[in-house]
């Protein structure tokens, strides 16, 4: 009963969550199927997975009822006298053509999609993504912005040996846990915009994984492997490592914050502005010109954040 009920209440959270469009990556318990995903491609790949799994159920239906049937119908208590034939031309041919054609089916849209997946012409921008033990470094190319996206402090404080913190209470703004799955600084991507990844490893080999993107990419050390998205809805969207890198593949988490295109562009601008500040800081002599420059840079930055 109470079982019953917490099912209800979850299936009641999910229809809910669904209703409201939420572009919330995070699972939600009894969770069914894989995620539709916020890109055209992950899309794509769900309603073929749900193509695939009908006409899998259909076959599992036919083929497990005309066996049930038979198994009661011919039982030998019922005086079932077996059939003496070995072959049956007519068949055999049936029971060939029939799934070929099927197959044939589910590779044409198949085929289609996969295609479309590999196709990065008319990107718009391209994030170089590199898998660093244990960290992801992610460049802005062409625009001089890159950055090292690593495990978020109080996951990394809780998985500590003997630390003695509460997995449970390590969780974002809105209340959901996100230990081990939230990072220091999150990918910031532009919705409605073709991007082109360049993924590779630096030491060993590393995967790239946002399951609400529709595809993962391996990132393999000496080899520079492309993909591309399109994000449909801003939001935050989680993903792991999903290649055994060594000791702590557990903890290189990806976070990426799709964001609408004027939020991107004036984000990348704060970044670049503060990229120059903190390089004037450094290299700028201690005098009071150098600390003059320095201000007007960081006031730059300031004014561009507003
Ligand atoms: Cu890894």
């Known amino acids: 009963m109470k079982a019953a009920r917490s099912i209800r209440t979850t299936g009641l959270t999910l229809v809910g969550a669904l209703a409201a469009g939420m572009a919330q990556a995070n699972p939600v318990p009894w969770q069914l199927n894989m995620p539709p995903g916020v890109t055209d491609t ?173 595809w993962k990419q391996d990132a393999e050390p000496g080899i520079v492997s492309e993909n591309w998205t399109r994000i449909n809805k801003p939001g935050i969207y989680r993903g792991q490592c999903t290649e055994l890198c060594g000791r702590d593949h557990g903890f290189m988490p990806i976070v990426v914050k799709a964001v609408p295109k004027a939020e991107f562009k004036i984000w990348l601008a704060q970044q670049k502005a503060a990229d120059a500040a903190a390089n004037t800081a450094q290299t700028a002599p201690a005098t009071p010109a150098g600390t003059a420059v320095a201000q007007a840079t960081a006031a730059a930055a300031q004014a561009l954040a507003h």
Not at 54 to 70: H, K, N, P, Q, R
Request: glycine share 6%.
């Open 42 to 214: 992950a899309r794509e790949i769900y309603d073929l997975h749900n193509l695939v799994m009908y006409i899998c159920t259909v076959i599992g239906v036919l083929v497990f009822g005309a066996m049930i049937w038979s198994i009661i119908h011919h039982r030998k208590s019922r005086g079932a006298v077996a059939a003496q034939f070995t072959h049956n031309t007519k068949a055999e041919i049936i029971w060939t053509v029939i799934p070929i054609l099927i197959l044939i089916v589910m590779a044409v849209p198949a085929t289609k999609t996969l295609f479309k997946m590999y196709d990065t012409s008319d990107s718009e921008m391209t994030v170089k993504v590199n898998g660093i033990q244990w960290m992801w470094r992610y460049e802005y190319v062409g625009e001089g912005v890159q950055f090292l996206s690593r495990l978020d402090r109080s996951s990394d404080r809780t998985r500590t040996l003997d630390s003695g913190l509460d997995p449970g209470k390590v969780v974002d703004a809105n209340g959901n846990n996100v230990y081990l799955l939230n990072v220091d600084h999150p990918l910031v991507l532009p919705v409605d915009t073709k991007i082109r990844f360049l993924v590779t490893g630096d030491d060993v080999i590393h995967s790239w994984w946002v399951p609400e993107f529709g």
